[in-house]
């Protein structure tokens, strides 16, 4: 007698995925550009994230999550224009497209959203942001950076060689890392955090109203350093040697300054009624 | 200023007040001039004239209508004027009320197409109105963006209502052609 | 009915509707039933194209022009606020640039002492024009601007009342700070970086609602 081995036959579960967002839609467009491409989006909800991509060409991926917002997207030349628009009046979450665009890595970027966050990674063109509540977050580039929120969190990382700008009313800036002949951040009520060696010879400000401002330093750092706060207080454990030539009155608690190393950049702390603090990375 | 006011005071000449009224209407002028004309330049020149006319004419504004719409109309009619100046070929009045041939056999007839709903953006709808002829544009901007109906628009441009909903018709079949390429192109690239 | 006879009577039927005949064949007809859908879909969005052109400033230039000309409005004198070359710009646009102008004026020496070897400032400063910083972006003017935010994005409306307080307070303090010691350049810095916050708040509120 022959047994027959009978194989059981696997039965494949098809595992139904639940859906989540059944009446999101994915649309993709993809645009071919030369060297020195520019993209520029505009998007009231949702994040949007930008990386470099190979290839010269720019990709952009937009999900919406429902028919009452549209996906403009357009390219004139070397220039791609996104913008999401509502077709009639929605709630944030109706409104929210989200983007992930692939640019080529000196693609110059524009960015204006409201509340959606925002990520920039590994570009070397010009980057803009602009947004209302949005967190910015803008890492691994260099190039000319500019954020500027109302009450956003901006997150600048690993930038070298730049021209680097942050302002915000309200929102905290954070520096990690950022280095180059221009650093600019600018609160009136956020906090200000920095830390890195500011290397590159640059000019580095860091001022606020009333925001605090923390800066760690590594011992390495070449820096010529002067800190003052008008009306609040000021604290520094970093060592520093007094300047040859003072160009600022010190007063103890009020304000100090010196050089570290060669002093071959110039960082400048500046606050209305918060606190400065220097310390040692 | 609420505009019943800048209305009283710009009957009497008040700089500000006019500067009021325009900063409140003249979005929607230029844009009807633009629509309808297609032309940067010329909707500038006749946002102008319309203004000018308005603030001639306020005096005689007695507020039978809303003033929007007594501004809309008087704009609509500068821009009429202007396009019969230039001799632009507007409804013709002895337009045959038989399918044109060059509308030819639907093409759609016994081949179903993939429908528009959900696939328009305003801007490839403002690109493709802009690519209407000047007589379609002209009636689909009045009748289908600004509101104004067929017996309005057979008083405006001088010809009958048939005329004006057959070339109102035309405009839409038209601009769901165009409508129909763009998207047919768009996804060609992709 | 055919098609070709249901597609001739569609203009006149399309809003209204069509007789018995007429309405039994878009029911059961998918290509015509298509068309009437993709013509009604072009009309609901034809609807929803809002007015989104502005005219360039000179037409409101023109317009001015010729009604001065004409005797209808005294020509124009010129205003505390609003500067002659800014004025034709939307005035939340204007109050924006003249908040960074006022910027640059308040730069322009106004008081200012160099002290003997003191470090040269290097920031960028804008056109200089010599106006008074009192009448730039007044209460009234931030309450128009907060007017514009609440009607057209009323979501973010309470965002930039809370910020353009905390703007305003900055402003206020190192006023009466350099009031008090005027030769104070560090809060001659701070109300300068104060303007320059109040500026971006206007121009991040003029994109906003535009």
């Known amino acids: 007698m022959q047994n027959t081995s009978r194989m059981a036959l696997g039965l494949v579960a098809a595992v139904a995925l639940a859906n989540g967002a059944a009446s999101a839609q994915k649309k993709e467009f993809r645009y071919p550009v030369s060297p020195g491409a520019s993209i520029s989006v505009a998007n009231e909800f949702g994040p949007v994230t930008l990386r470099a991509g190979s290839g010269n060409q720019i990709v952009v991926t937009a999900t919406r999550r429902s028919s009452k917002v549209e996906v403009d997207s357009t390219q004139h030349g070397n220039r791609v224009e996104v913008r999401s628009h509502f077709l009639q009046a929605a709630k944030p979450e109706e409104g929210r497209v989200d983007y992930e665009i692939q640019v080529p890595p000196d693609a110059s970027v524009m960015v204006r959203v409201s509340a959606g966050p925002v990520k920039v990674q590994g570009l070397n063109g010009d980057i803009s942001i602009e947004g209302e509540n949005s967190p910015i977050e803008v890492r691994d580039s260099h190039g000319q950076i500019h954020a500027r929120t109302v009450g956003g969190a901006i997150t600048l990382t690993n930038l070298y060689d730049g021209h680097v700008e942050a302002m915000s009313v309200s929102g905290p800036v954070t520096l990690n890392n950022v280095a180059g002949k221009v650093v600019t951040a600018n609160t009136t009520a956020g906090p200000i955090t920095f830390s890195g060696d500011c290397a590159g010879e640059g000019q580095y400000s860091l001022s606020s109203h009333s925001g605090n401002i923390d800066v760690s330093l590594p011992a390495s750092a070449s820096v010529d350093l002067s800190a003052r706060s008008v009306m609040g207080s000021v604290e520094n454990e970093f060592p520093l040697q007094p300047p040859a030539h003072p160009t600022m009155a010190v007063n103890q608690g009020k304000s100090f300054a010196g050089t570290s190393n060669a002093g071959a950049s110039s960082l400048r702390l500046r606050t209305f009624s918060g606190k400065i603090r220097v310390q040692k990375l | 200023m609420p505009e019943a006011e800048a209305i009283e005071r710009a009957k009497k000449g008040d700089p500000e007040s006019f500067e009021g009224l325009y900063g409140l209407h003249k979005r929607r002028v230029y844009s009807l001039c633009l629509r309808m004309t297609g032309n940067t330049a010329e909707a500038e020149d006749l946002t102008q004239e319309a203004f000018l006319q308005l603030y001639r004419k306020i005096a005689t504004f007695r507020g039978e209508s809303a003033f929007s719409t007594w501004l809309h109309r008087l704009a609509v009619n500068v821009v009429l004027m202007h396009l019969r100046k230039k001799g632009l070929p507007e409804v013709s009045l002895e337009e045959s009320l038989e399918p044109q041939q060059e509308d030819g056999p639907k093409k759609d007839i016994g081949a179903r197409d993939n429908v528009l709903a959900g696939s328009i953006d305003r801007v490839n709808l403002e690109r493709a109105i802009e690519s209407l002829p000047p007589g379609y544009r002209i009636i689909f901007v009045l009748h289908d963006i600004e509101g104004y109906e067929h017996n309005e628009i057979a008083e405006m441009m001088g010809c009958s209502i048939g005329n004006s909903k057959s070339q109102l018709h035309k405009a839409r079949m038209k601009l769901r052609d165009l409508l129909k390429t763009s998207r047919a192109e768009k996804a060609v690239k992709r | ?210």
């Open chain 3, 1 to 210: 009915m055919t098609c070709a006879e249901f597609q001739k009577a569609l203009p006149y039927i399309i809003e209204t509707g069509g007789n018995a005949e007429e309405e039994q064949h878009l029911r059961e007809c998918p290509v015509c039933s298509d068309l009437v859908q993709d013509l009604r879909y072009i009309v609901e969005q034809a609807k929803l194209l809002v007015p989104m052109e502005e005219p360039s400033p000179k037409v409101w230039d023109g317009i001015k022009g010729s009604l001065e000309r004409e005797g209808m409005i005294r020509p124009s004198r010129a205003r505390g606020r609003l500067l002659g070359k800014k004025s034709s710009l939307p005035w939340i646009g204007a109050l924006g640039a003249i908040i960074l102008i006022a910027f640059g004026a308040f730069l322009f020496q106004r008081g200012r002492q160099t002290q003997p070897g003191a470090a040269l400032e290097t920031i960028a400063t804008p056109p200089v024009q010599a106006i008074s910083l009192e009448t730039v972006a007044t209460e009234q003017d931030d309450q128009q601007l907060l007017q514009q935010v609440a009607a057209r994005r009323p979501g973010s409306a309470p965002l930039y009342e809370s910020n353009l307080t905390q703007v305003n307070a900055a402003i206020a303090d190192a006023k009466k700070r350099l009031g008090e010691n005027p030769n104070d350049e560090d809060a001659r810095q701070s109300l300068m970086r104060a303007y320059q916050q109040k500026a971006m708040l206007y121009e991040l509120a003029v994109r906003a609602v535009q």
